[in-house]
């Protein structure tokens, strides 16, 4: 079973939605994000294939979305590889 195409794909979902940012538009927004920000929690990660290491910071609420997300990218892997071809291979 090949599994490493959807997972990249996953990964990189996940990455490429955290780049996305906005500057605030106003002072109360300005406030909200510094609030925001002051609720962060970091994490050290080990990437796979490398022995660096990164420190990744995001609100609690970011974290839960990913681990949501990747979830559903697991779930929806297992799903799909049940429904293939049988133990006689066709």
């Known amino acids: 079973m090949k599994l490493s195409g959807p997972i990249i794909l996953a990964t990189l979902v996940c990455a490429l939605s955290a ?24 994490k050290t990660i080990t ?19 990913e ?6 990218a697991i779930e929806s892997i297992q799903r799909t590889s049940t429904h293939g071809p049988g133990p006689s291979g066709g």
């Open 19 to 42: 780049c996305t940012s906005s500057a605030p538009a106003s002072k109360a927004e300005a406030e909200t994000v510094a609030a925001a920000e002051s609720d962060k929690r970091c």
């Open 67 to 72: 681990a949501r997300s990747s979830r559903e």
């Open 47 to 65: 990437r796979t294939g490398t022995r660096l290491r990164s420190k990744i910071c995001k609100t609690n609420e970011e974290w839960e979305q």
